[in-house]
């Protein structure tokens, strides 16, 4: 496809399983980020990778959330013993390259719900 | 937490009239995002604006960058069913989308 694409869409989660969703991003794109978005609210950064290379993982809320890139392509991230404020829209995005105001595309999201 | 407030929080009104939607910081960001995003969609940038003071216009919508580069405005003129949606101001610290700060959001609904 032309777009980053997500998988699943859709996510029910039972408290203390783990989950791990998945990014295509469009092919050739060196930055990849994901982003977390709580209901009703805008989207705050997790993490960014340049290639496989992991350069930020500062909004990474815990040591449960783990995010991995490991041939510079798709993208993963895993959440383990998930609680129930984990629930939120999981967002990756893509871009070119990583500065020079370079549009970044956004996939549709994971819906993630923990119960 | 959110650097970035936006207000309204919501906006409700009638189509064809006019609007804007502001976005205060008080941190200075080098570049400065809009998104518009949709129910069960990621969000889409409208524009980038990147010099304190700068004006961008897209069709009916005009994007502001405060002289200092902590505050921004949009602006659209005659609005549409089509501007519906969720709107999303976002910080980049350096040149470029690098760890966006995105805002609050204003959530616009246009009444036909």
């Known amino acids: 496809g032309a777009g980053v694409s997500q998988s699943p869409r859709y996510k029910v989660a039972k408290r203390g399983q783990d989950v791990a969703l998945r990014c295509d991003p469009i092919?050739?794109?060196?930055?990849l980020f994901w982003y977390q978005q709580a209901l009703g609210q805008g989207p705050e950064f997790l993490t960014y990778f340049q290639n496989e290379a992991q350069l930020d993982k500062s909004g990474l809320p815990s040591d449960r959330f783990f995010a991995e890139r490991p041939e510079g392509s798709v993208s993963t991230l895993k959440i383990q013993r998930t609680q129930q404020e984990d629930s939120a829209v999981y967002l990756c995005?893509?871009?070119?390259?990583?500065?020079?105001?370079?549009?970044?595309?956004f996939g549709q999201g994971t819906r993630l719900t923990v119960v | 937490t959110q650097l970035l407030e936006q207000s309204p929080q919501f906006l409700s009104i009638q189509e064809g009239e006019n609007l804007t939607v502001y976005c205060n910081s008080s941190?200075?960001?080098?570049?400065l995002q809009w998104y518009r995003q949709e129910p069960g969609e990621g969000p889409v940038l409208l524009v980038t604006?990147?010099?304190?003071?700068e004006v961008k216009k897209l069709k009916r919508l005009t994007f502001q960058f405060g002289d200092a580069r902590k505050d921004s405005s949009l602006h659209i003129t005659a609005a549409q069913t089509g501007d519906t949606g969720l709107y999303l101001c976002?910080?980049?610290?350096?040149?470029?989308?690098?760890?966006?700060?995105f805002g609050t959001g204003t959530r616009l609904t246009i009444i036909p």
């Open positions: 995005a893509s871009s070119l390259v990583l500065t020079g105001n370079t549009e970044a595309f």
């Open positions: 941190s200075v960001f080098s570049s």
């Open positions: 976002a910080g980049a610290p350096g040149f470029g989308n690098e760890k966006l700060t």
């Open positions: 092919s050739g794109h060196v930055s």
């Open positions: 604006v990147v010099t304190g003071g």
